[in-house]
């Protein structure tokens, strides 16, 4: 089993990604370079979070035409795990690989704090691991997070179940006291209609150890690396 | 000038202008053996500049301890660096930014954080932390204050803010403390000080010396333009005047996604071991780059300017040396082994030319396309700059009766009303507004960000493995209301009151870093303030043990003719050598008894139930004073090292033994405040219900005011387990500080404080958290 996080020139999270899955999940890694398409290997893929091409168009915009996102694509298409997170998010869905995008948040400010998301689903392989219902304390650190889409696209990720977190109250309320940044129902992460590919605004790296406010995030790398070994078995 | 050319006979009339005295422009002769040209004027100008040549404060500077058995580099390189065991060292340093924040707040702020950025990866270690020290005019309009000028701070403070947060969040470093404070006198004149710390191991230090003759100089990162020419020399070494704003475009332009390709490229680079030295351009560009790297290194530098990337055509040899574009590096690799090196920066996308080489001779030589577009001694150019022992005269002695000062309500009186009030002030109130707009957790090293624990405390992993043993606690500090009644025990008081913070936080002070704001150092009331703090804090920082390794001097900060308070701001860096054991301000458990630690043993502290009329004179000075009754008068709490060097010894050795749930100092707003915040942090670590406090003021003898919101030093509030009392008592004593029962940690909503006998405070978490939390928010957005 490997992971691998992709670096774009600007990614400020692929240390934090790594280490999270090096140092507390004890799994390897490696670094993947933007203009490499050569995904060595791995198992499951990271787009981490960061600025990438510093982001001066729209999020994610430029990164998805690095030469990485060939191989990430295909990789997608043939049912490999890839995980989007924050900055990583939004190249998905500009890359086409999630649907709808991301506006500046209702407040039009950077927000960084910790917030409330409910585990939506856990038939995904980046969910398998909670509990339906489940209530994680995870940060966000974002300017762009407010996701948006058409009234068919939302009705369509309702019905096949593919919004994977939702923003709530500590108790679990997913009202607009709970919605940080204005995202349509109160989404904070999803995956795709074949669920194998996922992104989510908050960071679940910067949350795998109390010693830095919350260990939450941990299920969602766990489930990853359960579902690695199920598939392994599977194909074993 | 921007059209200046080497043609322009340079004349007594255009070295006044580009700021050089008579005297300075004779020694420019003198060092050249000839009249300069103009593209040499303006180097010469730059390079002695206040700003860049110090020449004002050399003479006082030379007083501060910059020594310690864990300094690895003191004052005079990019940063300071510190020994933090295992190999590794911390590189920290503090720098202003002010004028260009107050022509361009936005701008001024992102250059600021980028250019101390660029200070700490320029010396090898990969920034982890910045803090930011910020002093804006009031934002509240009233106590004779308009609301138009209210609505300008508020908008300077917004653009600062967001500027500090663009810059920081993309670039991926955390900014994760600091502090904000108002008056009146940085309206016209706000202070942007920024600090950053980065971690290297020791083997890997890089320094800005150009050595070995023949070796490449290469120039990095963005291409040079036309911004910011002159802006160390014009904006930041003169006061503003009504015509400031024509300077905007003297102010830098930021590109955070431009330093991070840069940062991570120089690492890489340094990586190859074919990198001989580095410098940043900050300040005056290409010229401080290319002098300070020769002049260290004891050799000359030539480089040709039509080597240099430009970002716009028909540049001069002039605007070339004096852009102060940002994300600029210079190096110098070695021969042979520089494409190694440019290979590197290839793969980041970014600019890399060899545009010159050391030379020996000691010359600074520059050519433009063949031609000699100026020749420079580079030793005399960057050493060898004018020194000033300018006149220093104390000011007239305020005259000061007891009307003057506070007077304290009557025993009994409910102070509920009032304490709400401070609360909700600018400088108590919560800035979690703000602090929210910063990136606090990238990098995942945040044991304690803003607000959560006295300092900000960052742990250290292993570069290599991961793993985690120590942590660093920074905190910074300055009190301008204190420094400008008494300059020297108001940088008494910053010193200690940034290494109490960061004793609260458990870690132990090794180190400081300093950045001075004042006015025009042409005015001797000025340099007399400013010798003043050199003195209060080479006595502060020699009984604390944290040695001064580096900062910088901002001079000029008035307008017109109207100086700032003196506003010297100390960046304390501590180490714990647990990382598990960092202490937090939050109360945690129902029922742990509130312990109010003080330095003072019991005699002092019995004593310091002062007379009436002294309390008065000290309290007049208080944050309290001022938001209350708007006085400003008196003088600061005096102070006793000695008394604040055991309360912090006592506080390192509390977090070590894990014998205490948490504390906090005892500093702007008094016990009431540090009480009030303990029970709000605990509020924000639970989703049930909180925790209150109930307490029974000791300082029987003196006014109820003074005894919750005197803000002598020297004290800490902690909560400890009933189990652990006696144990903590007991040390206490053996650390000769006194520790009191003041109360009780109770479950709840209450929040009472007895004084005499009587209830003085007597209300809920809740309602106090409201104003306090929210003040900020609703003062800007209220519009």
């Known amino acids: 089993m490997k992971f691998g996080v992709v670096v774009f020139p600007g990614s400020n999270c692929d240390h934090d990604a790594f280490y999270a899955i090096a140092n507390i999940l004890k799994k390897p890694v490696e670094f993947i370079w933007h ?127 593919q919004i994977l977190f939702s923003y709530t109250t500590p108790d679990g309320a997913n009202d607009a006291a709970g919605n940080p940044n204005g995202s349509l129902h109160n989404i904070a992460g999803i995956c795709n209609r074949e669920r194998n590919v996922a992104g989510l605004m908050p960071h679940p790296e910067r949350a795998v150890e109390s010693a830095l406010g919350s260990a939450d995030g941990l299920v969602i790398f766990q489930s990853l690396v359960e579902s690695l070994v199920t598939a392994a078995k599977a194909t074993a | 000038m921007a059209t200046a050319t080497t043609e322009i006979k340079v004349t007594p009339e255009i070295a006044a202008e580009h700021g050089l005295t008579a005297e300075e422009y004779s020694r420019v002769k003198q060092i050249l053996g000839r009249e300069p040209n103009i593209t040499e004027l303006g180097i010469f100008s730059v390079m002695w500049s206040e700003h860049c040549s110090y020449k004002s404060s050399k003479v006082h500077l030379k007083r501060l301890p910059t020594r310690g058995k864990l300094v690895v580099q003191g004052p005079g390189e990019n940063a300071g660096v510190v020994d933090i065991g295992d190999g590794l060292v911390a590189a920290f340093k503090i720098e202003s930014h002010n004028h260009p924040s107050f022509v361009e707040p936005f701008q001024g702020a992102t250059t600021g954080v980028g250019g101390i950025l660029r200070d700490i990866f320029t010396m090898g270690a990969r920034p982890v932390a910045v803090l930011d020290s910020l002093r804006f005019g009031p934002i509240v309009a009233g106590n004779g204050v308009s609301e138009e000028d209210a609505a300008k701070n508020r908008r300077i403070l917004d653009g600062v803010i967001r500027g500090i947060a663009n810059y920081g969040n993309c670039f991926g470093v955390p900014t994760v403390g600091g502090e904000v404070g108002f008056e009146s006198c940085y309206s016209q004149n706000p202070l942007v000080n920024a600090l950053a710390l980065g971690i290297a191991k020791k083997e890997d230090l890089f320094f800005a010396k150009a050595k070995g003759t023949g070796n490449p100089v290469i120039y990095v990162g963005a291409k040079t333009g036309r911004d910011g020419i002159h802006g160390a020399s014009l904006l930041a070494s003169a006061e503003f005047t009504e015509e400031s704003k024509q300077k905007r475009p003297n102010v830098q332009v930021g590109d955070p996604f431009m330093e991070k390709l840069l940062l991570e490229a120089c690492l890489e680079a340094m990586q190859t071991g074919a990198v001989v030295a580095i410098q940043d351009m900050g300040a005056a560009g290409l010229t401080c780059s290319t002098t300070e790297m020769a002049s260290r290194g004891g050799t000359g530098v030539e480089i040709d300017l039509a080597k240099v990337p430009q970002r716009e055509s028909g540049m001069t040899p002039y605007e070339i040396m004096l852009s102060e574009s940002q994300e600029r590096m210079l190096l110098v690799a070695e021969k042979g082994r520089e494409r190694k090196v440019l290979e590197v920066f290839k793969k980041w996308g970014l600019d890399a030319v060899v545009v010159g080489e050391v030379s020996d001779g000691g010359l600074l030589r520059v050519k433009d396309r063949g031609k000699l577009a100026a020749e420079i001694p580079a030793h005399p150019l960057a050493e060898e700059g004018p020194v000033y022992r300018r006149p220093i005269a104390q000011p007239a002695l305020r005259r000061e009766t007891a009307a003057d000062w506070f007077a304290f309500s009557a025993d009994g009186t409910d102070l509920t009303p009032n304490f709400a009030k401070l609360l909700g002030s600018p400088a108590i109130a919560s800035k979690r507004w703000i602090t929210e707009q910063y990136d606090t957790s990238v990098r995942t090293n945040t044991l304690a960000g803003p607000g959560a624990s006295d300092a900000a405390v960052i742990r250290i992993k292993d570069p290599e493995t991961g793993v985690v043993k120590r942590a660093l606690a920074l905190a910074t500090d300055g009190n301008g209301r204190w420094c400008q009644l008494n300059p020297r025990v108001g ?293």
């Open chain 2, 491 to 783: 940088a008494m008081h910053a010193v200690a009151e940034a290494a109490r913070n960061v004793a609260a936080s458990g870690a132990r002070p090794m180190a400081a870093t300093n950045c001075l704001n004042f006015g025009s150092p042409e005015k001797p009331e000025v340099m007399w303030q400013f010798s003043e703090v050199i003195d209060g804090l080479t006595v502060a920082c020699n009984e604390l043990g944290t040695p001064i390794t580096g900062g910088n001097v901002s001079f000029y900060n008035e307008t017109l003719g109207k100086s700032i308070y003196p506003t010297p701001v100390i960046g304390v860096l501590g180490i714990l050598e647990d990382a598990s054991r960092v202490l937090k301000i939050a109360f945690r458990e129902e029922g742990d008894v509130i312990v109010l630690l003080d330095g003072a043993n019991s005699v002092v502290a019995a004593q310091h139930a002062a007379p009436v009329p002294a309390a008065e004179r000290e309290f007049s000075s208080s944050e309290y004073s001022k938001a209350i009754a708007g006085i400003v008068a008196g003088e600061p709490p005096a102070i006793d090292l000695a008394v604040e060097k055991r309360l912090q010894e006592y506080l390192v050795a509390l977090a070590a033994s894990g014998a205490v749930r948490s504390a906090h100092d005892v500093s702007d707003g008094g016990i009431a405040v540090t009480l009030a915040e303990s029970c709000f942090a605990a509020a924000a670590q639970t989703t049930g219900p909180g925790l209150g406090a109930k307490v029974n003021l000791p300082e029987e003898s003196a006014p109820a005011e003074y005894a919750l919101f005197g803000e002598r030093g020297a004290r800490a509030i902690v909560s400890v387990a009933p189990t652990f009392l006696a144990r903590v008592l007991e040390s206490a004593r053996q650390y000769g500080v006194t520790a009191r029962q003041i109360g009780q940690v109770i479950r709840g909503d209450a929040f009472r404080i007895e004084h005499k006998g009587s209830a003085v405070i007597d209300t809920s978490v809740a309602k106090l958290h409201d104003t306090w939390a929210h003040s900020l928010e609703r003062t800007i957005s209220a519009r």
């Open chain 1, 35 to 161: 203009q490499s398409q050569d995904l060595a290997n791995c198992d499951a893929v990271i787009l981490p979070g960061g600025f990438a091409h510093g982001d001066y168009l729209r999020t994610g915009a430029i990164a998805r035409f690095s030469p990485v996102m060939k191989s990430v694509e295909k990789f997608a298409k043939s049912g490999g795990m890839v995980l989007g997170i924050c900055n990583g998010f939004q190249i998905l869905l500009e890359a086409g690989l999630l649907p709808g995008a991301v506006m500046r948040n209702s407040g039009l400010r950077y927000i960084c704090r910790h917030v409330f998301i409910r585990v939506e689903q856990t038939d995904a392989p980046f969910t398998n691991a909670a509990s339906q219902g489940q209530i994680l304390k995870v940060p966000i650190a974002h300017n762009d997070g407010n996701y948006n889409a058409d009234e068919a696209t939302l009705a369509d990720l309702e019905r096949n179940r």
